[in-house]
C-alpha cells in the first residue's frame, strides 16, 4: 500500500483515531482554536510531503463551521506538497438539498462538492448519502459506504422474526438489503411531503401485514424524527408488537429524542458518523478502513 498519513479534523468523532489504528498509519492531530473575531484557524503541526493527506472531518452540527474548518484543513495540507488528498466525511452536510426543488434555491451538495474539489481534494468517502449519484459533481474518485452489515450485526436477535420497514420509497433499497442479510420479510411506506408547510402524509405499500411481530424502521438521516414517528405509529396501528429504528445519521435535533421515545420507538440504533450517546452506536471505522484501502491502491 502506498505511504499515506491519517490527519484527523476538528470533527471525526474520533474515526480518525480509529482508523489510524485500524490501518496502522501515522496519525496528525492538527492545531485548531477560534480566533477572538470568531474566525476558525488551523494548522497541520507535521511534514507531509510526497504522503497521501486523508483528512477525516464529518459535517455534523455545527455544519458550517465543520465546512469552512474542512476547507481550511484542505488548503493547509496542500501547502505541504502531499502526494494526493483523500476526505474521509463520515456525515455529509447539505445532502439531502440534492437538487431545486423550488425556484430559486441553491443545490447545495452540488456547490460544497465542487468547492471541495476546487480546494485540492483528489477523491472522497462518504457514509450514506442522501442520494449517492449526486456525488458525480466531485470530479474524482468517489465511494459511498453503506453501513447495513453493520446493523444486521446488531439486529442478530432479530433474524428471521421481524419485518424490515421503510419509512418512504426512498429508504426501500436500504430495507430490502437489510431484510435479505436478516432474512426477514420487507414492505414500505409511501410518503408525501408538502414542500411549503413540511407536513407529511403516510400510505401503505404492498404486504404490510406485520402479524403482531417487531418492526425494524430504516432510514438514512433522522433530524427531526417526524418521518420515522410517523411510521412508528402506523406500524403500531397494524400490530406491530414492537418498534425498532435504525439510521445511518442521528442528528435528532432538539427534542427529536423525547419525541421518539413518546411515540413508543423501543431501541434506536445509529453509526458514530455523529456524536450521539442516546442511541446504541456501530463503528463505521472498519467499514472505512476496507474501503480506503482500496482508494489508496487506486490513486
Known sequence: MVSAVIIDGTASNGIG???ANEMKLQLINIEAKDLPDGESYVRIPKAISNKIAVIVQSLYPPQN???????????????????????????????RQNKRFMTGEPASIQLLLR??????AHALITIDPHKPKSLTMFKGKVLAIEPIRLFSDAL????????????????????????????????FLEKDRDKKTGMISLKAGQNFNFEKLPVIIIDDVISTGSTVIQATRFAKSHDASKVIVVASHLIMAGDCYKRMKTAG??????TNTIPNSKALVQDVSKLIAENLKTILDSL
Open 156 to 187: 442478530s436477535a432479530y433474524k428471521g422474526k421481524a419485518v424490515i420497514l421503510a419509512p418512504d420509497v426512498g429508504a426501500l433499497s436500504k430495507a430490502k438489503a437489510l431484510a435479505s442479510l436478516m432474512e426477514n420479510k420487507f414492505t
Open 17 to 19: 483515531k480509529a482508523l
Open 265 to 270: 420507538i423501543s431501541k434506536i440504533i445509529g
Open 115 to 120: 468547492l471541495f474539489k476546487c480546494a485540492g
Open 65 to 95: 463551521k465543520h465546512i469552512v474548518e474542512l476547507l481550511l484543513i484542505i488548503d493547509a495540507v496542500k501547502s505541504l506538497n502531499p502526494n494526493k488528498i483523500v476526505l474521509i466525511i463520515p456525515y455529509l452536510a447539505y445532502a
